[in-house]
């Protein structure tokens, strides 16, 4: 069987169950415009710039709801075991990775609408001037790829939605926080700074601030660990899903 069509029922499905309940997604849409039109002109008079205290708030909330978006992968990946089917997704010709690209796709492709509202809200609304959109594009689909990937090898490392929520909500705040998403890294705490490398979010805050100011090698290059932490990430979820972490368990 080719391989589009072992993956092809997986991502309809998956499209579907979007489909039927977009309250989630419009959520993770809606609050982050919310945040950045009310605390904008905060960040722009705590910074003293104009320019650079909209961008910090576009691209800070832009990177910590992503993060939270990926309550909607891990949702997407139990949602199989709480309906006892994962073990037939299992039993199907789709291989691991083939199941894995069937359920990612569609939230692939949320992420980056999410982003791009967010972006055009700050060029639109709040006239932030991005000198290169090809390179805004790469940065945005590799962060995309990295929320994507973390977020299934998060769901692939619980037992319960209870886990994956405490996990993604505590973690996407630890997360953004020290990697200079919620506050400049400038002003944070010389400790914070030390380890700011440490979280995607700070990659993913260089890669798109790089982007927006037309800098070429910063952006290609804070892309690409991005993109090394979502393969190192996918081959945690595949090797999880491999293993036989369908078993239907979830309480």
């Not at 945005?140 to 939605?161: H, K």
Request: proline share 5%; hydrophobic share 60%; with cysteine.
């Amino acid at each position: 069987m080719p391989r589009r069509d072992r993956i092809l029922p997986v991502l309809q499905a998956n499209v579907a169950l979007f489909t039927r309940d977009p309250g989630p997604l419009i959520g993770r849409i809606v609050q982050p415009i919310l945040l950045v039109l009310l605390l904008q002109p905060l960040y722009a008079s705590a910074m003293g710039d104009q320019a650079g205290g909209t961008v910090q708030a576009l691209l800070g909330h832009l990177v910590l709801f992503s993060l939270l978006g990926m309550s909607i992968v891990g949702t997407s990946i139990l949602t199989e075991r709480r309906w006892c089917t994962f073990d037939r997704l299992r039993a199907a010709p789709a291989r691991a990775p083939e199941l894995l690209a069937g359920k990612a796709i569609p939230i692939l492709g949320f992420l980056l609408v999410q982003q791009a509202v967010v972006l055009a809200l700050g060029v639109l609304v709040l006239g932030v001037r991005v000198s290169d959109y090809g390179l805004l594009l790469v940065a945005e689909l590799a962060w995309a790829l990295t929320v994507l990937c973390v977020g299934a090898a998060v769901a692939m490392c619980v037992n319960s939605a209870a886990q994956l929520s405490a996990a993604i909500d505590i973690g996407s705040t630890v997360v953004a926080g020290l990697g200079g998403a919620l506050v400049p890294l400038a002003i944070m705490p010389g400790w914070a700074q030390a380890i700011a490398p440490v979280w995607p979010a700070y990659w993913a805050m260089e890669s798109l601030r790089s982007a927006v100011h037309g800098d070429l090698h910063g952006t290609l290059a804070c892309s690409a660990v991005l993109v090394g932490i979502a393969a190192a990430a996918a081959a945690i979820a595949a090797v999880r899903l491999a293993r036989g972490w369908g078993r239907n368990t979830l309480l």
